[in-house]
């Protein structure tokens, strides 16, 4: 572990990151550390229990909800989205990838339950560059603090989809769909939803949409790196950039499917290893085994493949993380070792967040890990690095 510390070290020495926390569990001993600080200005040291925005690692916690309505008959995976949110019965598909917002066709079949939690439904997302996601960005999709979940669905069901649904992979805001069709299913707020089948289950205490004033203290501040000068800069928290770089601390109605939650390492870290069981350390079970593989098996055509999230606005980058992996039902899946170097293992699955967050599950090894920090447009070399140490060492 003095490897891992002193390879992590590194890029906070280099000023690549403010702090950095991890923990790796195998075979139910865990092994955890931590460098750096929580605000670069103030150089307060990274704390036992600091808090991080896990944005999109808000994503497999909402999904595992989806699976739960599903396992108890409320939903099924075949089910149209119009089942449930009929303002999308009028959706048109656009014509070209790029064509004008107004270029539409009509759509050939709804999106399902399924397409939703596998990136296939035919949505994108603001920060992809295409004519959609302009659109999103146009009419201030989820750019605001203070919109409820509701409102936010009712503005995307006006927008045509980028592509047909089922025939093509894109990372999607299709998970902020599924977020709001447990609250029309359950008829209780999605805060409310996640606290009675999560959170309280698995004991965490320190994962929500909102941190109160009091525990502000122990939240990361977040930064974007700038390749240019290569450094660090706090980005801009102007309400216009809520959607981009940030989300509100103290507002309770806040809530979303695709990011929203804070977390902390040891929280998070409960929800991993339950995901190694489907049960909490106690035993009582979050999602049944059967379930729990269906959902960390891949779902995709091999036509969909290589998956890639990118910018269509910017120059394909060199490296895709995601070259060697599939989708299952809101989780990457591993699928092919020798693409990744023969690094990993098949069947190895999780997700990240956009601020540098990460975390993996491997059953084949029982083992767990977990990354946290704060910084946008992070290089990637961090979670490299950090994944093919576990793989070496594990």
């Known amino acids: 572990m003095k490897e891992l510390q002193s390879i992590i070290n590194q890029y906070i020495e280099k000023g690549l990151y403010p702090g950095v926390e991890w923990k790796i569990t195998h075979r139910e001993k865990a092994f955890q550390g931590k460098a750096g600080c929580l605000n670069l200005l103030t150089g307060k040291p990274l704390l036992s229990n600091s808090l991080y925005r896990i944005w999109s690692m808000t994503k497999p916690i909402v999904s595992v909800v989806i699976l739960q309505l599903i396992e108890e008959h409320k ?64 009419v201030g999709l989820f750019h605001s603090s203070d919109t409820t979940l509701e409102e936010e669905i009712n503005l995307l069901s006006a927008i045509p989809l980028l592509h047909q649904p089922s025939t093509k992979w894109v990372y999607s805001v299709s ?6 069709i447990i609250e029309i299913v359950t008829e209780e707020s999605l805060q409310t939803q996640l606290e009675k089948r999560i959170f309280k289950p698995l004991g965490m205490q320190d994962t929500g949409f909102s941190v109160t004033p009091e525990n502000l203290y122990r939240l990361m501040t977040s930064y974007e790196y700038d390749p240019l000068h290569k450094k660090l800069n706090e980005p801009s928290s102007s309400p216009q950039q809520i959607g981009k770089y940030g989300y509100p601390t103290n507002i309770s109605t806040y ?8 977390s902390s390492l ?16 106690t ?51 591993m699928m092919d070792v020798e693409k990744a170097d023969n690094i990993g293992s098949v069947g190895e699955f999780g997700w990240a967040g956009a601020a540098a967050t990460y975390f993996l599950v491997d059953n084949s090894k029982n083992m767990t890990a977990l990354l946290m ?22």
Request: hydrophobic share 40%.
């Open 283 to 333: 035993g009582t079970k979050i999602i049944s085994n059967s379930m729990l593989k269906m959902a960390t098996t891949n779902h995709l055509k091999s036509s969909f493949f290589p998956l890639e999230i990118r910018n269509f606005d910017v120059e394909m980058l060199e490296e895709n993380d995601l070259e060697s992996y599939g989708w299952g039902l809101g989780f990457r899946v």
């Open 373 to 394: 920090t704060q910084v946008f447009s992070g290089l990637p070399d961090l979670k490299n690095d950090f994944y093919n140490f576990i793989y070496t060492n594990f």
């Open 255 to 262: 809530a979303r499917g695709g990011h929203g939650l804070f």
């Open 75 to 138: 939903i099924h995976l075949e089910d149209a989205i119009t089942d449930y949110l009929p303002q999308f019965s009028n959706l048109k598909v656009l014509k070209y990838n790029n064509s004008d917002i107004s270029n539409v066709v009509d759509i050939k079949n709804m999106p399902t339950i399924k397409d939703l939690l596998s990136h296939t439904a035919g949505f994108s997302y603001n920060f992809l560059g295409d004519a959609v996601a302009k659109e999103y960005d146009r």
């Open 266 to 281: 040891e929280d998070y870290s409960k929800f991993a290893q339950m995901l190694l069981t489907g049960k909490t350390k």
């Open 175 to 180: 998970v902020d769909v599924l977020a709001r």
